[in-house]
């Protein structure tokens, strides 16, 4: 089994023309990848996007360095081996920030092997190994690295991470009816696939324990937020204090794609709980203003809140609980209530979510696991029941079945 050293990192600046850059051993700057991440923020991709993208190449360049090829020297045997070994290569620990202080450089792996779902939300936790949708974005963001070097002259003549042209015998979507709406194929050749997993949302008399574990009116007012407005984590997390409309029931919020900025409703407790949270804030002298960040950290120094922050919030109720629901889940929660409302247009519900296609916001209709479980459940105890009644009785002729079922107080 080849051993890759935790070598490199991906250095945070304040510069916003170069937000993230990846560091060799020595702490010089990998200048090819550097010219990629310009030309993907040239694009238009946000910090998050462009911050996935240099992960998952300092992965790629560990990988190289271990096997001591240059990143233009490398052929399609490497991408080969580096996919294969992504399948079978544990997850490296995290270390967390007070036991670096320590100087505790290793980590205890973060799960043990998947394969048990948890007993609360029947979610499988993260295994030790890479997850297909890991594998596939970095073989996505390798293909599109070489693609962008091949195109400047600056790296090798083969992309060593192909499109594979096996599949439709030529070019990707060269015989696609324009009638119809495009399939996701599987372009890369080392691209795994992705199983399509159905979105998990939080029953309410789980969601109503996770709100009472909840210790601050901040926490309290966030959860109120996601779940009524559907909107992500991030986005948030990002507002500011002038986006919140209390009178209007409205918070404005940027979205992730688009970058537009956007008013959601949310519901009155929200509002509430957000009130309460403000004056907190206030108490503790906490920096005021329109255009200052609504979610501050609890602890001084201020700082506003982010977004490992909140996640980790959202892991202390989970614990207390023995569950693992994510952020995002809440996001599925809100879809879930909207969705099911008779009396809410579907599309209302897209524009609330932010999605494009309406097919992403119908998928909110289908009935989610626990709804299966629980109908398919009692489907058999009508069976049994049936089963134990026996066959209905026969009538004579000349009597109604319904006059019978009022003189006899239900079926024969």
């Known amino acids: 089994m080849l051993s890759i050293a935790m070598v490199g990192s991906v250095q945070t600046t304040d510069d916003p023309w170069c937000p993230y850059r990846l560091l060799a051993p020595g702490g010089e700057v990998v200048v090819p990848v550097d010219e990629f991440l310009k030309d993907l923020q040239a694009t238009g991709r946000p910090e998050t996007t462009q911050r996935s993208y240099v992960l998952a190449l300092l992965r790629w360049y560990r990988f190289l360095w271990a096997v001591e090829v240059s990143w233009d020297r490398a052929t399609r045997t490497e991408a080969r081996d580096f996919s294969r070994w992504m399948q079978t290569a544990d997850k490296p620990a995290r270390v967390h920030w007070r036991l670096q202080r320590q100087g505790v450089?290793?980590?205890?792996?973060?799960?043990?092997?998947?394969?048990?779902?948890?007993?609360?939300?029947?979610?499988?936790?993260?295994?030790?190994?890479?997850?297909?949708?890991?594998?596939?974005?970095?073989?996505?963001?390798?293909?599109?690295?070489?693609?962008?070097?091949?195109?400047?002259?600056?790296?090798?003549?083969?992309?060593?991470?192909?499109?594979?042209?096996?599949?439709?015998?030529?070019?990707?979507?060269?015989?696609?009816?324009?009638?119809?709406?495009?399939?996701?194929?599987?372009?890369?050749?080392?691209?795994?696939?992705?199983?399509?997993?159905?979105?998990?949302?939080?029953?309410?008399?789980?969601?109503?324990?996770?709100?009472?574990?909840?210790?601050?009116?901040?926490?309290?007012?966030?959860?109120?937020?996601?779940?009524?407005?559907?909107?992500?984590?991030?986005?948030?997390?990002?507002?500011?204090?002038?986006?919140?409309?209390?009178?209007?029931?409205?918070?404005?919020?940027?979205?992730?794609?688009?970058?537009?900025?956007?008013?959601?409703p949310a519901s009155a407790d929200a509002f509430v709980w957000l009130r309460l949270y403000q004056d907190d804030l206030w108490r503790a002298d906490v920096p005021r203003g329109r255009r200052q960040p609504l979610w501050w950290t609890l602890r001084r120094p201020w700082r506003p809140l982010l977004y490992p922050a909140a996640r980790a919030m959202f892991q202390r109720a989970n614990a207390l609980l023995g569950a693992n629901w994510t952020l995002h889940d809440l996001r599925h929660t809100a879809a879930y209530r909207m969705a099911r409302d008779p009396q809410l247009p579907l599309t209302d519900v897209q524009w609330v979510l932010g999605h494009?296609?309406?097919?992403?916001?119908?998928?909110?209709?289908?009935?989610?696991?626990?709804?299966?479980?629980?109908?398919?459940?009692?489907?058999?105890?009508?069976?049994?029941?049936?089963?134990?009644?026996?066959?209905?009785?026969?009538?004579?002729?000349?009597?109604?079945?319904?006059?019978?079922?009022?003189?006899?107080?239900?079926?024969?």
């Open 356 to 412: 494009r296609q309406l097919s992403s916001t119908q998928v909110y209709l289908n009935p989610d696991e626990g709804e299966v479980l629980e109908s398919v459940l009692a489907h058999h105890a009508r069976q049994r029941e049936r089963r134990i009644m026996g066959p209905a009785p026969m009538l004579a002729q000349g009597y109604r079945p319904e006059a019978m079922d009022i003189l006899f107080g239900g079926r024969l």
């Open 105 to 264: 450089s290793e980590g205890v792996p973060p799960q043990p092997a998947q394969g048990t779902p948890n007993a609360v939300t029947g979610k499988l936790p993260p295994g030790r190994k890479y997850a297909a949708s890991t594998r596939a974005h970095s073989e996505t963001v390798l293909r599109g690295f070489y693609d962008f070097h091949l195109e400047e002259g600056s790296g090798p003549l083969l992309n060593p991470f192909p499109v594979d042209r096996r599949r439709g015998g030529g070019r990707v979507f060269a015989r696609h009816n324009p009638m119809e709406v495009f399939r996701p194929e599987q372009r890369g050749r080392y691209r795994p696939r992705v199983p399509r997993r159905a979105p998990r949302r939080i029953p309410d008399e789980h969601f109503n324990a996770l709100f009472a574990a909840l210790n601050y009116h901040r926490d309290r007012a966030l959860l109120a937020f996601w779940v009524s407005t559907g909107a992500r984590a991030a986005e948030l997390l990002g507002c500011r204090v002038s986006d919140a409309a209390a009178g209007e029931q409205l918070i404005g919020v940027v979205r992730k794609g688009s970058r537009d900025h956007q008013q959601l």
